[in-house]
Protein backbone atom coordinates (compact mmCIF):
# COMPACT_ATOMS: atom_id res chain seq x y z
CA UNK A 1 0.00 0.00 0.00
CA UNK A 2 1.23 3.53 -0.29
CA UNK A 3 0.03 5.52 3.02
CA UNK A 4 -0.15 9.40 2.75
CA UNK A 5 -0.77 10.40 6.01
CA UNK A 6 -2.07 14.72 6.25
CA UNK A 7 -1.81 17.21 8.77
CA UNK A 8 -1.88 20.87 8.97
CA UNK A 9 1.62 20.80 11.02
CA UNK A 10 3.98 18.79 10.11
CA UNK A 11 7.54 18.39 11.29
CA UNK A 12 10.79 18.39 9.77
CA UNK A 13 13.48 15.85 11.38
CA UNK A 14 16.20 18.04 13.41
CA UNK A 15 16.85 17.37 16.99
CA UNK A 16 18.14 20.50 18.01
CA UNK A 17 15.82 22.95 16.57
CA UNK A 18 12.75 24.33 18.72
CA UNK A 19 9.56 21.39 18.24
CA UNK A 20 6.52 22.05 16.29
CA UNK A 21 2.99 21.31 18.18
CA UNK A 22 2.29 17.93 19.96
CA UNK A 23 1.06 15.89 16.52
CA UNK A 24 3.43 16.49 14.69
CA UNK A 25 6.50 16.27 16.70
CA UNK A 26 4.76 12.61 17.63
CA UNK A 27 4.25 11.52 14.11
CA UNK A 28 7.91 12.58 12.89
CA UNK A 29 9.21 9.96 14.25
CA UNK A 30 6.49 7.01 12.88
CA UNK A 31 5.96 8.75 9.74
CA UNK A 32 9.67 8.89 9.09
CA UNK A 33 10.23 5.06 9.21
CA UNK A 34 7.17 4.09 7.63
CA UNK A 35 7.88 5.05 4.12
CA UNK A 36 4.72 7.33 3.99
CA UNK A 37 4.20 10.51 2.44
CA UNK A 38 3.33 13.00 4.67
CA UNK A 39 1.36 16.15 3.27
CA UNK A 40 0.73 19.59 5.21
CA UNK A 41 0.88 23.10 4.95
CA UNK A 42 4.40 24.52 4.22
CA UNK A 43 3.25 27.49 6.76
CA UNK A 44 3.23 30.06 3.53
CA UNK A 45 -0.19 31.67 1.87
CA UNK A 46 -0.37 32.54 -1.46
CA UNK A 47 -2.83 33.95 -4.29
CA UNK A 48 -3.61 31.71 -7.03
CA UNK A 49 -2.30 28.92 -6.72
CA UNK A 50 -3.00 25.99 -8.48
CA UNK A 51 -4.04 22.22 -6.99
CA UNK A 52 -0.66 21.56 -7.98
CA UNK A 53 1.75 23.80 -5.98
CA UNK A 54 3.49 21.90 -3.72
CA UNK A 55 5.73 24.21 -2.95
CA UNK A 56 8.27 21.66 -1.20
CA UNK A 57 8.94 18.00 -2.01
CA UNK A 58 11.60 16.38 0.22
CA UNK A 59 12.70 13.23 1.59
CA UNK A 60 11.67 12.48 4.84
CA UNK A 61 13.30 8.62 5.94
CA UNK A 62 12.12 6.25 3.74
CA UNK A 63 9.19 8.53 2.60
CA UNK A 64 8.37 11.89 1.62
CA UNK A 65 7.29 15.62 2.89
CA UNK A 66 5.37 17.66 0.91
CA UNK A 67 4.35 21.14 1.71
CA UNK A 68 1.44 23.01 0.06
CA UNK A 69 0.89 26.92 0.41
CA UNK A 70 -2.57 27.47 1.03
CA UNK A 71 -5.05 30.12 -0.69
CA UNK A 72 -4.21 33.63 1.09
CA UNK A 73 -7.67 34.84 0.83
CA UNK A 74 -9.46 31.76 2.86
CA UNK A 75 -6.23 31.27 5.25
CA UNK A 76 -7.44 33.30 7.88
CA UNK A 77 -10.59 32.28 8.35
CA UNK A 78 -9.68 28.63 8.15
CA UNK A 79 -6.88 28.63 10.85
CA UNK A 80 -7.09 31.65 12.97
CA UNK A 81 -11.03 31.64 12.08
CA UNK A 82 -13.26 28.15 11.79
CA UNK A 83 -10.28 25.66 13.25
CA UNK A 84 -9.06 27.80 16.53
CA UNK A 85 -12.09 30.49 17.13
CA UNK A 86 -14.59 27.50 16.81
CA UNK A 87 -13.75 24.08 16.39
CA UNK A 88 -10.87 24.28 19.37
CA UNK A 89 -12.35 26.00 22.13
CA UNK A 90 -15.43 23.42 21.73
CA UNK A 91 -13.45 20.62 21.51
CA UNK A 92 -12.31 22.00 24.58
CA UNK A 93 -15.80 22.45 26.11
CA UNK A 94 -15.11 27.11 25.99
CA UNK A 95 -17.53 27.43 23.85
CA UNK A 96 -17.68 30.57 25.86
CA UNK A 97 -14.69 31.88 23.41
CA UNK A 98 -16.39 30.70 20.37
CA UNK A 99 -15.99 33.49 17.61
CA UNK A 100 -16.71 32.74 14.46
CA UNK A 101 -18.27 34.25 11.03
CA UNK A 102 -20.26 32.52 8.44
CA UNK A 103 -16.94 33.72 5.81
CA UNK A 104 -14.67 31.39 8.64
CA UNK A 105 -16.47 28.30 7.53
CA UNK A 106 -16.74 29.02 4.24
CA UNK A 107 -12.79 29.46 4.01
CA UNK A 108 -12.91 26.43 6.21
CA UNK A 109 -14.79 24.27 3.52
CA UNK A 110 -12.67 25.84 0.56
CA UNK A 111 -9.25 25.26 2.24
CA UNK A 112 -10.66 21.85 3.10
CA UNK A 113 -11.44 21.31 -0.66
CA UNK A 114 -8.30 22.68 -1.78
CA UNK A 115 -6.56 19.94 0.16
CA UNK A 116 -8.92 17.42 -1.52
CA UNK A 117 -7.97 18.59 -4.90
CA UNK A 118 -4.31 18.65 -4.01
CA UNK A 119 -4.27 15.24 -2.70
CA UNK A 120 -5.46 13.64 -6.20
CA UNK A 121 -1.79 13.91 -6.96
CA UNK A 122 -1.16 11.06 -4.52
CA UNK A 123 -4.29 9.58 -5.68
CA UNK A 124 -3.62 5.58 -6.91
CA UNK A 125 -5.51 2.07 -6.34
CA UNK A 126 -3.10 0.84 -3.84
CA UNK A 127 -3.10 3.99 -1.70
CA UNK A 128 -4.43 4.90 1.86
CA UNK A 129 -5.16 8.20 3.33
CA UNK A 130 -5.04 9.01 7.28
CA UNK A 131 -6.03 12.47 7.78
CA UNK A 132 -5.28 14.07 11.14
CA UNK A 133 -6.92 15.97 13.47
CA UNK A 134 -9.95 18.55 13.51
CA UNK A 135 -8.33 21.30 10.34
CA UNK A 136 -9.92 18.43 8.22
CA UNK A 137 -12.85 17.62 9.23
CA UNK A 138 -14.37 17.69 6.13
CA UNK A 139 -11.62 16.51 3.45
CA UNK A 140 -12.64 13.26 3.63
CA UNK A 141 -16.28 14.12 2.23
CA UNK A 142 -14.50 16.23 -0.43
CA UNK A 143 -12.45 13.47 -1.48
CA UNK A 144 -15.54 11.53 -2.18
CA UNK A 145 -16.82 13.91 -3.98
CA UNK A 146 -14.01 13.80 -6.39
CA UNK A 147 -14.60 9.81 -7.03
CA UNK A 148 -11.76 8.41 -4.53
CA UNK A 149 -13.19 5.09 -3.39
CA UNK A 150 -9.79 4.21 -1.35
CA UNK A 151 -9.66 3.64 2.42
CA UNK A 152 -9.99 7.08 4.40
CA UNK A 153 -8.92 7.09 7.99
CA UNK A 154 -9.35 9.84 10.26
CA UNK A 155 -7.78 10.32 13.95
CA UNK A 156 -8.53 12.73 16.46
CA UNK A 157 -5.76 14.42 18.22
CA UNK A 158 -8.33 16.58 20.67
CA UNK A 159 -11.38 15.50 23.36
CA UNK A 160 -14.98 14.67 21.55
CA UNK A 161 -16.60 16.84 24.23
CA UNK A 162 -20.80 15.95 25.03
CA UNK A 163 -23.35 16.55 22.50
CA UNK A 164 -24.55 19.41 23.78
CA UNK A 165 -21.15 21.05 24.13
CA UNK A 166 -19.96 20.17 20.06
CA UNK A 167 -23.83 21.34 19.36
CA UNK A 168 -22.80 25.01 19.75
CA UNK A 169 -20.22 24.84 16.99
CA UNK A 170 -22.35 26.45 14.02
CA UNK A 171 -23.03 23.82 11.03
CA UNK A 172 -22.03 21.05 13.44
CA UNK A 173 -24.34 18.73 12.02
CA UNK A 174 -22.42 19.03 8.26
CA UNK A 175 -19.34 18.78 9.69
CA UNK A 176 -20.20 15.22 11.66
CA UNK A 177 -22.02 14.36 8.90
CA UNK A 178 -19.21 15.00 6.50
CA UNK A 179 -16.99 13.03 8.85
CA UNK A 180 -18.75 9.93 7.94
CA UNK A 181 -17.16 10.00 4.82
CA UNK A 182 -14.23 8.40 6.40
CA UNK A 183 -13.66 4.78 6.64
CA UNK A 184 -12.19 4.69 10.10
CA UNK A 185 -12.25 7.48 12.62
CA UNK A 186 -10.03 7.08 15.63
CA UNK A 187 -10.67 9.19 19.20
CA UNK A 188 -7.80 8.86 22.26
CA UNK A 189 -10.44 7.97 24.68
CA UNK A 190 -13.49 5.74 25.17
CA UNK A 191 -15.44 8.80 26.66
CA UNK A 192 -15.03 10.38 23.30
CA UNK A 193 -16.02 7.68 21.51
CA UNK A 194 -18.43 7.45 23.30
CA UNK A 195 -19.49 10.89 23.13
CA UNK A 196 -19.30 10.75 19.30
CA UNK A 197 -21.59 8.12 19.18
CA UNK A 198 -24.04 9.46 21.21
CA UNK A 199 -23.85 12.66 18.85
CA UNK A 200 -24.61 10.53 15.89
CA UNK A 201 -27.43 8.36 17.67
CA UNK A 202 -29.36 11.58 19.54
CA UNK A 203 -28.63 14.51 16.36
CA UNK A 204 -28.30 12.69 13.56
CA UNK A 205 -30.57 9.67 14.22
CA UNK A 206 -28.08 7.17 13.21
CA UNK A 207 -27.71 3.70 14.20
CA UNK A 208 -24.14 2.51 16.24
CA UNK A 209 -24.05 -0.97 15.93
CA UNK A 210 -21.06 -1.23 18.32
CA UNK A 211 -18.35 0.33 16.62
CA UNK A 212 -19.79 0.40 13.54
CA UNK A 213 -22.11 3.49 11.62
CA UNK A 214 -23.89 3.68 8.42
CA UNK A 215 -24.41 6.80 6.62
CA UNK A 216 -24.99 8.13 2.94
CA UNK A 217 -21.14 7.17 2.59
CA UNK A 218 -21.74 3.57 3.42
CA UNK A 219 -20.07 2.16 6.84
CA UNK A 220 -17.79 3.95 8.75
CA UNK A 221 -15.84 2.13 11.88
CA UNK A 222 -15.50 4.49 14.63
CA UNK A 223 -12.52 3.09 17.40
CA UNK A 224 -10.35 4.06 20.06
CA UNK A 225 -6.59 4.52 19.48
CA UNK A 226 -4.55 6.33 22.43
CA UNK A 227 -1.53 7.34 21.08
CA UNK A 228 1.90 7.29 22.49
CA UNK A 229 5.26 7.84 22.14
CA UNK A 230 8.83 6.38 21.78
CA UNK A 231 9.26 5.34 25.07
CA UNK A 232 12.80 3.76 24.70
CA UNK A 233 14.00 5.99 22.48
CA UNK A 234 13.18 8.85 24.74
CA UNK A 235 14.17 7.72 27.41
CA UNK A 236 17.96 7.24 25.58
CA UNK A 237 17.65 10.81 24.68
CA UNK A 238 17.12 12.29 27.79
CA UNK A 239 20.17 10.50 29.38
CA UNK A 240 21.97 11.37 26.99
CA UNK A 241 20.75 15.10 27.50
CA UNK A 242 21.73 15.37 30.78
CA UNK A 243 25.16 16.90 29.18
CA UNK A 244 23.45 19.43 27.55
CA UNK A 245 25.25 22.71 27.98
CA UNK A 246 21.42 24.19 28.65
CA UNK A 247 20.54 20.99 30.99
CA UNK A 248 24.26 21.65 32.89
CA UNK A 249 23.31 25.50 32.99
CA UNK A 250 19.88 24.24 34.35
CA UNK A 251 21.18 22.13 36.80
CA UNK A 252 24.04 24.69 38.42
CA UNK A 253 21.14 27.19 38.42
CA UNK A 254 19.54 25.03 40.84
CA UNK A 255 22.05 25.34 43.91
CA UNK A 256 20.65 21.84 45.43
CA UNK A 257 16.77 23.44 45.24
CA UNK A 258 14.13 20.99 43.96
CA UNK A 259 12.46 21.81 40.86
CA UNK A 260 8.91 21.70 39.13
CA UNK A 261 8.71 21.56 35.61
CA UNK A 262 5.82 22.73 33.26
CA UNK A 263 5.81 22.68 29.53
CA UNK A 264 2.78 23.67 27.41
CA UNK A 265 1.87 26.21 24.27
CA UNK A 266 0.31 28.99 26.01
CA UNK A 267 -3.34 27.76 25.83
CA UNK A 268 -6.11 28.07 27.64
CA UNK A 269 -6.79 24.54 27.84
CA UNK A 270 -3.51 23.96 29.64
CA UNK A 271 -4.69 25.26 32.98
CA UNK A 272 -1.63 27.68 33.55
CA UNK A 273 -3.45 30.52 35.67
CA UNK A 274 -4.41 27.98 37.64
CA UNK A 275 -0.93 26.10 37.81
CA UNK A 276 0.76 29.51 38.91
CA UNK A 277 -2.15 29.79 41.11
CA UNK A 278 -1.39 26.47 43.07
CA UNK A 279 2.56 27.34 43.62
CA UNK A 280 1.42 30.68 44.80
CA UNK A 281 -1.03 28.87 47.31
CA UNK A 282 1.83 26.16 47.79
CA UNK A 283 3.52 28.52 49.20
CA UNK A 284 1.45 30.76 51.59
CA UNK A 285 0.23 27.06 52.87
CA UNK A 286 4.30 25.74 52.73
CA UNK A 287 6.36 28.57 53.15
CA UNK A 288 8.80 26.69 54.36
CA UNK A 289 9.30 25.32 50.50
CA UNK A 290 10.54 28.94 49.64
CA UNK A 291 13.74 28.10 48.33
CA UNK A 292 13.34 24.75 48.68
CA UNK A 293 11.69 23.89 44.97
CA UNK A 294 11.06 26.60 41.76
CA UNK A 295 8.43 25.91 39.16
CA UNK A 296 10.34 26.27 35.68
CA UNK A 297 7.37 26.86 33.18
CA UNK A 298 8.02 26.74 29.37
CA UNK A 299 5.18 28.32 27.91
CA UNK A 300 5.58 28.39 24.40
CA UNK A 301 3.65 31.24 22.44
CA UNK A 302 0.68 30.01 20.27
CA UNK A 303 -1.84 31.75 17.60
CA UNK A 304 -1.10 35.14 19.60
CA UNK A 305 -3.49 36.61 16.34
CA UNK A 306 -6.28 35.21 18.35
CA UNK A 307 -7.25 37.71 21.08
CA UNK A 308 -8.53 34.55 23.55
CA UNK A 309 -4.53 33.58 22.90
CA UNK A 310 -3.06 37.20 23.28
CA UNK A 311 -4.99 37.90 26.30
CA UNK A 312 -4.34 34.77 28.06
CA UNK A 313 -0.64 35.68 27.32
CA UNK A 314 -0.85 38.99 28.94
CA UNK A 315 -2.53 37.40 31.53
CA UNK A 316 0.22 35.10 32.29
CA UNK A 317 2.60 37.27 32.29
CA UNK A 318 1.05 39.68 35.03
CA UNK A 319 0.37 36.76 37.23
CA UNK A 320 4.14 35.84 36.83
CA UNK A 321 5.00 38.84 38.29
CA UNK A 322 2.56 39.06 40.78
CA UNK A 323 3.63 35.62 42.43
CA UNK A 324 7.30 36.58 41.53
CA UNK A 325 7.00 39.65 43.56
CA UNK A 326 5.23 37.98 46.42
CA UNK A 327 7.21 35.27 46.95
CA UNK A 328 10.60 35.89 45.65
CA UNK A 329 13.56 36.78 47.27
CA UNK A 330 16.82 39.10 45.64
CA UNK A 331 18.68 35.38 45.39
CA UNK A 332 15.11 33.28 44.69
CA UNK A 333 12.76 33.68 41.85
CA UNK A 334 9.62 31.09 43.15
CA UNK A 335 8.75 30.83 38.97
CA UNK A 336 10.99 30.43 36.41
CA UNK A 337 8.94 31.69 32.93
CA UNK A 338 9.91 31.36 29.53
CA UNK A 339 8.00 32.08 26.77
CA UNK A 340 9.62 30.69 24.13
CA UNK A 341 10.29 26.77 22.86
CA UNK A 342 13.41 24.51 23.34
CA UNK A 343 14.07 21.75 21.14
CA UNK A 344 13.40 18.35 22.03
CA UNK A 345 16.41 16.80 23.40
CA UNK A 346 17.21 19.50 25.76
CA UNK A 347 13.58 19.03 26.82
CA UNK A 348 13.90 15.61 27.70
CA UNK A 349 17.26 16.43 29.51
CA UNK A 350 14.76 19.43 30.81
CA UNK A 351 12.31 16.68 32.09
CA UNK A 352 14.90 14.06 33.43
CA UNK A 353 16.65 17.29 35.97
CA UNK A 354 12.87 18.15 37.55
CA UNK A 355 11.53 15.85 40.68
CA UNK A 356 8.28 17.36 39.88
CA UNK A 357 6.04 17.29 36.38
CA UNK A 358 3.27 19.62 36.39
CA UNK A 359 0.60 18.35 33.76
CA UNK A 360 -2.84 20.20 34.78
CA UNK A 361 -4.37 20.98 31.22
CA UNK A 362 -8.93 21.76 32.28
CA UNK A 363 -8.93 19.40 29.13
CA UNK A 364 -6.49 17.25 27.03
CA UNK A 365 -7.14 14.73 24.21
CA UNK A 366 -4.30 13.16 25.56
CA UNK A 367 -0.94 15.04 26.24
CA UNK A 368 1.78 13.86 25.47
CA UNK A 369 4.27 15.63 28.25
CA UNK A 370 2.55 14.01 30.84
CA UNK A 371 4.23 10.76 28.56
CA UNK A 372 7.83 12.28 27.61
CA UNK A 373 8.08 13.71 31.52
CA UNK A 374 8.00 10.03 32.73
CA UNK A 375 10.19 8.06 30.13
CA UNK A 376 12.85 10.75 30.92
CA UNK A 377 13.37 10.00 34.09
CA UNK A 378 16.14 8.15 35.95
CA UNK A 379 14.71 4.54 36.95
CA UNK A 380 16.86 4.55 40.16
CA UNK A 381 15.65 8.02 41.40
CA UNK A 382 12.92 8.93 39.71
CA UNK A 383 10.59 12.18 39.86
CA UNK A 384 6.54 12.18 40.55
CA UNK A 385 4.03 13.37 37.76
CA UNK A 386 1.16 15.54 39.02
CA UNK A 387 -1.15 14.89 36.32
CA UNK A 388 -4.94 16.56 35.60
CA UNK A 389 -7.56 13.78 35.67
CA UNK A 390 -8.58 15.96 32.44
CA UNK A 391 -5.61 14.86 29.88
CA UNK A 392 -6.51 11.61 28.44
CA UNK A 393 -2.93 10.30 29.38
CA UNK A 394 -4.37 9.98 33.07
CA UNK A 395 -6.66 6.98 31.64
CA UNK A 396 -3.03 5.46 31.41
CA UNK A 397 -0.87 6.94 34.08
CA UNK A 398 -3.58 6.61 36.33
CA UNK A 399 -0.70 6.19 39.06
CA UNK A 400 0.54 9.39 38.78
CA UNK A 401 -0.67 12.45 41.37
CA UNK A 402 -4.22 12.47 39.94
CA UNK A 403 -5.25 16.41 40.48
CA UNK A 404 -8.64 18.49 39.64
CA UNK A 405 -6.92 21.53 37.75
CA UNK A 406 -9.62 23.20 39.50
CA UNK A 407 -9.50 22.84 42.57
CA UNK A 408 -6.32 25.10 43.40
CA UNK A 409 -5.70 23.97 47.07
CA UNK A 410 -5.93 20.37 46.11
CA UNK A 411 -3.36 21.26 42.96
CA UNK A 412 -0.64 22.54 45.84
CA UNK A 413 -1.54 19.62 48.08
CA UNK A 414 -0.78 17.20 45.42
CA UNK A 415 2.56 19.00 44.73
CA UNK A 416 3.47 18.95 48.75
CA UNK A 417 3.09 15.48 48.22
CA UNK A 418 5.16 15.06 45.09
CA UNK A 419 8.08 16.59 47.22
CA UNK A 420 7.93 14.42 49.88
CA UNK A 421 7.05 10.65 48.62
CA UNK A 422 9.85 8.71 49.71
CA UNK A 423 11.97 7.20 46.74
CA UNK A 424 10.33 3.55 47.21
CA UNK A 425 6.80 5.25 46.36
CA UNK A 426 8.00 7.27 43.56
CA UNK A 427 9.95 3.86 41.87
CA UNK A 428 6.68 2.05 42.52
CA UNK A 429 4.04 4.58 40.75
CA UNK A 430 6.94 4.85 38.12
CA UNK A 431 6.90 1.60 37.20
CA UNK A 432 3.79 1.16 36.72
CA UNK A 433 3.58 4.11 34.43
CA UNK A 434 6.68 2.80 32.27
CA UNK A 435 4.63 -0.40 31.93
CA UNK A 436 1.54 1.33 30.73
CA UNK A 437 3.78 3.33 28.23
CA UNK A 438 5.50 0.53 26.92
CA UNK A 439 2.31 -1.26 26.42
CA UNK A 440 0.90 1.43 24.28
CA UNK A 441 4.04 3.21 22.18
CA UNK A 442 3.59 5.40 19.19
CA UNK A 443 4.88 2.93 17.11
CA UNK A 444 1.93 0.59 18.14
CA UNK A 445 -0.55 3.25 17.90
CA UNK A 446 0.98 4.03 14.09
CA UNK A 447 0.58 -0.14 13.49
CA UNK A 448 -3.03 -0.59 15.26
CA UNK A 449 -4.95 2.44 13.25
CA UNK A 450 -3.32 1.76 9.88
CA UNK A 451 -3.81 -2.02 10.20
CA UNK A 452 -7.71 -1.01 11.03
CA UNK A 453 -7.80 1.42 8.11
CA UNK A 454 -6.45 -1.07 5.75
CA UNK A 455 -9.52 -3.45 7.18
CA UNK A 456 -12.00 -1.71 5.55
CA UNK A 457 -10.81 -2.36 2.22
CA UNK A 458 -12.16 -5.77 2.22
CA UNK A 459 -10.48 -9.28 2.79
CA UNK A 460 -9.59 -8.74 -0.80
CA UNK A 461 -7.73 -5.40 -0.42
CA UNK A 462 -3.92 -5.36 -0.61
CA UNK A 463 -2.73 -5.96 3.31
CA UNK A 464 -0.56 -2.82 5.13
CA UNK A 465 1.65 -2.65 7.84
CA UNK A 466 4.56 -0.28 8.53
CA UNK A 467 7.32 -2.33 7.93
CA UNK A 468 5.41 -2.81 4.04
CA UNK A 469 4.36 0.77 3.33
CA UNK A 470 6.29 1.57 0.15
CA UNK A 471 7.87 4.46 -0.43
CA UNK A 472 5.56 6.73 -2.62
CA UNK A 473 6.62 7.83 -6.26
CA UNK A 474 4.29 10.59 -7.72
CA UNK A 475 1.49 10.43 -9.98
CA UNK A 476 3.36 13.13 -12.06
CA UNK A 477 6.36 15.40 -10.68
CA UNK A 478 9.85 14.22 -9.58
CA UNK A 479 10.04 10.83 -7.85
CA UNK A 480 10.63 11.03 -4.18
CA UNK A 481 13.97 10.22 -3.63
CA UNK A 482 17.18 11.92 -2.23
CA UNK A 483 15.89 15.61 -1.20
CA UNK A 484 14.48 17.53 -4.07
CA UNK A 485 13.83 20.91 -3.72
CA UNK A 486 14.88 21.22 -0.22
CA UNK A 487 15.17 24.63 0.71
CA UNK A 488 14.64 24.38 4.64
CA UNK A 489 15.22 28.29 4.82
CA UNK A 490 11.88 28.95 3.45
CA UNK A 491 10.19 27.23 6.56
CA UNK A 492 10.57 28.86 9.60
CA UNK A 493 9.57 26.46 12.36
CA UNK A 494 7.04 27.63 15.01
CA UNK A 495 8.27 26.79 18.48
CA UNK A 496 5.49 24.88 19.85
CA UNK A 497 5.08 22.57 22.86
CA UNK A 498 1.92 20.44 23.25
C1 LIG B 1 -2.50 20.51 19.18
C2 LIG B 1 -3.34 20.12 17.99
C3 LIG B 1 -2.45 20.04 16.77
C4 LIG B 1 -1.70 21.34 16.59
C5 LIG B 1 -0.90 21.67 17.84
C6 LIG B 1 -0.19 23.01 17.73
O1 LIG B 1 -1.60 19.50 19.49
O2 LIG B 1 -4.01 18.91 18.22
O3 LIG B 1 -3.22 19.80 15.62
O4 LIG B 1 -0.85 21.28 15.48
O5 LIG B 1 -1.78 21.72 18.93
O6 LIG B 1 -1.06 24.01 17.35
P1 LIG B 1 -0.82 24.88 16.05
O7 LIG B 1 -2.07 25.67 15.88
O8 LIG B 1 0.36 25.73 16.37
O9 LIG B 1 -0.55 23.93 14.91
Known amino acids: MDLVVVSNRVARAKANEPMTGGLAAALLPVVEKSGAIWVGSSGRVRDNISKDSFAEIESLGAGALALLDLPAAHYGGYYEGFANSALWPALHSRNDLIKVSLDDYQSYREVNAFMARALMRFNKPTAAFWIQDYHFLTLGAEMRDLGVGNPLGFFLHTPWPSRRVISGVPHHRDLVEAMLAYDLIGFQTEDDCENFADYLQAELGLDVDGELVSSRFGTSRIGVFPIGIDVDGFAAQAQRAASHPDVSRLRKSLHGERLAIGVDRVDYSKGLVNRISAF ?219
Open 280 to 498: DRLFEIQPSLKRSVSLLQIATPSRGGIEAYSNLQDELSKQVTEVNGRHGEVDWTPIRYLSKGFSQTVLAGFYRAAQVGVVTPLHDGMNLVAKEYVAAQNPIDPGVLVLSKFAGAANELDTALLVNPHDIDGMARGIATALSMPATERRMRWEAMMRKLRAGTIHNWFAGFIDALEATRGAAGPSLSPSVVRPLRLASGPALSGGQMRDPSRFAPRPIAN
